[in-house]
């Protein structure tokens, strides 16, 4: 069976586990380290390519170029989110003069590694981080690994999502799956306590990383997790302590935080989050460091109290109310209703917002997962589920936000309101309003508020081709699809005529398609593979993926089916096995499909003999509005 | 309702009714694509389309498809069978989506039979309108207003499924406009705006698809 990645691509720190043996493990550097630093160094005489992780930051205080962090903040987001980092004060980073399309690319200005610079995106930066942990699971496992689940945080929308998706792609990784942190963490959580026999309940997932929080209401039952609802804030995290702190030290050495250069900006921001850690286990500390000003490398310590960190965080921690109330209300239920609070995310380390969890949900939350690796042990199952392998066990996510059109007087028409479960479509129509009319315009959005202005704008398009016909009477369907990722898809038909009409969809924020294709073909990895051959390639081990399924279903159930079936299963496995051998991609694809459809009779039985007892103890309570 | 729905097996070509949402091909146990048509009701299914069911009922008939055609259960397959499944699913989720809660019920079954909800009372209107500017102006009358509201949306809830009860019962209630149809329709326009007053004034959302019209 192919192995696959489980991957939690972090906003300051990125992890990768994958399941050995059936157990899922985080897979370590050569020093022990689970975690790799998010951070990409792109210097100004590094003509290969950029430094990753520990290494980017060794780089950076040694030689002259950029240090790229917490990027993951501008993934799928507009050139104002970046502008506004900036003008707080947290000079990082260098924007790139905007283009023509100014709002839809964040793009930082780095060294080009021959006296020059260029343009960087997010996603650019997430790919290096991507194949960093990919290169490193290869290290380990010793052979090729391409598949894997990349956990997103629940609250990402769509533009987001699908930035992520385009950076695992630029790393040589086929997604199989965008999972929920949250949902991750749950898996894990919840899998560990069915080992200890309590494995059922409501729970609520408090994830608190290093620039996003999540708050997920989940049940979960012998296998079976389902979100009840999700909310969160895709700016929120532990980032968000360290810059007050950060604007301290800079003043202390004698630097206007506002004009400070990145580097001593990065400088700052170490100090300041190793002040913060030191502070989760004593009340008061001292810490040192140097900052770099001019040809001088000056010290200074940064002395703090646990009462003035708290005082200075309060405010940051304070905004996990609105999302934690707001889940709560979805789900229909009260602090007391839950089984229990699972805190995720090194943010939750810091007493002060443990306190908070604790107030909240008035209960002491659950810290028995580890709060850095639990999101990359829970992709790592779904991964391997996904892969094929043997376990029981189902995600029934949600969509976090929800999804409309932009109709008259700049209103949002909901077409799928928030937490609703996905996959899920929803289908509206449109009649012409002029006579020959062939196009129509639309803009599609995702958020909670009634005026489009408020809301995430994800996409605007066009639809053509319809058939000239008088004014109303050419009826459009329009289609939204939302997938297991909870990407979207957008498809539409005239219904009189019966014409599918070609639907252009231009992204508002992140990459177009065609970008992306670009960025494929540039990538040294890509170039000289010819698709139709990495098509075949792909239908192979996906056929090899099915006749290990199948030869493990017939060796472990062989006795649910007769002689009869079996004999069909088998010479349905040797017809894929005769045409793995070829290069017809087609014969393949439909030797595969027979071989499906020849198992689907065991599948069934495997599984409602495994789970159907499940089933029978499963009641929901009924929930008073 | 009983109209049979053509399905054909992309992989062994035979033609199956799809009327009753059928989750595999009978003869070859192929995944079958669902038809555009299908009931919802089917599809959890409900042999009838009805008014009066229980959450659990729904819930219960939810999961357990769910868990037979969840996508993940097909990552390893062919992309034809992974896209049938994402499609089952997403059709199964609609369903829950347009019949878990009864004005979502009520809505399907009125526009289903082709009736069109009726436009609320002229006096209905005024009289809603009047509630909402004394809640705005007399921030003291606010709750009484909002728990008036909600209590009158329960007793319309109640009425609407009294009123639907008869068609429930018969064989085809819900194939063509009825006395009772209209009557359930013009329940659903006070209910919905019953719902916009409570949730305008703050008192939550009593019709979770509120804004999905």
Known sequence: MARALGIDLGTTYSLVAVVKDGRAEVLKDEHGEGRLPSAVFYGDDLEEGALVGWEAFAAERMRGGALLTSTKRFMGRGRSTAQAVLDRGARTFRLWPAGDDG?????????????????????????????????????????????AVITVPAYFDDAQRQATRDAGRLAGLHVLRLLAEPTAAAVAYGLLKEAEGRGQGTYVVFDLGGGTFDVSVLEFDRGLFRVRATSGDTALGGDDFDWPLAERVLRAAGVEPSTALPHQTHQALAIARRTKEALTDRDTVDVEGVLTVGADTRPVTLSLTRTELERVILPVVNRCA????????????????????????????????????????????????????????????????????????????????????????????????????????????FTTYADQQTAMDFHVVQGEREKVEHCKSLARFTLRGIPPLGAGLARVAVTFQLDADGLLTVSAREQATGTTTAVEVKPSYGLTDAEV???????????????????????????????????????????????????????????????????????????????????QELAHRRMSKRIGEALDHKSIDEVAR | MSATLPLRCRVCDAETDGSAAPIACPSCGALLPVHARVSPFALLGVARPRFALGRDELERAWLTRSRRVHPDRFAAKSEAERRCAAEQVAALNDAKRALFEPYDRALWLVQQASVTPPQLAQQALVELMEQRERAEEDAAARASIVDDARARFRARLEELGRTLAPLDEADDGYTAPSPPLRRAAALLAELKTLARLVDDLGGGKLIGTLDAR
């Not at chain 1, 780095?110 to 290290?139: I, N, S």
């Not at chain 1, 609703?420 to 289908?427: E, H, N, V």
């Not at chain 1, 040797?574 to 014969?587: E, H, I, M, S």
């Open chain 1, 103 to 147: 709002e839809r690319l964040v793009q930082f200005e780095v060294p080009d590694g021959q006296g020059g610079t260029r343009a960087c995106t997010p996603v650019e930066v997430a790919a290096y981080v991507l194949k960093a942990l990919k290169d490193r699971a290869e290290a380990e496992l010793g052979e090729e690994v391409s598949d």
């Open chain 1, 322 to 429: 609105g999302p934690c109330e707001r889940a709560l209300v979805d789900a229909g239920l009260t602090p007391k209703d839950l089984d229990g609070v699972i805190l995720v995310g090194g943010s939750t380390r810091v007493p002060l917002v443990r306190a908070f969890a604790r107030e909240f949900f008035g209960r002491e939350p659950l810290c028995d997962a580890h709060p850095d690796e639990v999101v990359a042990v829970g992709a790592a199952l779904q991964a391997d589920l996904l892969a094929g392998g043997d376990r029981d066990l189902l995600l029934l996510d949600v969509t976090p936000l929800s999804l409309g059109l932009e109709t008259m007087g700049g209103v949002v028409d909901r077409l799928v309101p928030r937490n609703s479960p996905i996959p899920c479509t929803a289908t509206h129509t």
């Open chain 1, 517 to 599: 294709e670009a960025m494929l073909m540039a990538s040294l990895d890509h170039a000289q593979q010819d698709i139709e051959e990495r098509l075949l390639i792909e239908k192979r081990v996906e056929a090899e993926r099915v006749l290990a399924a199948t030869d493990k279903a017939l060796r472990e159930d062989g006795l649910l089916v007769d002689v009869e079936e079996r004999a069909a299963i088998e010479r349905a496995a040797a017809a894929v096995r005769a045409a793995t051998r070829g290069a017809d991609r087609p014969a393949l694809e439909s030797a595969v499909e027979a071989l499906d459809a020849a198992t």
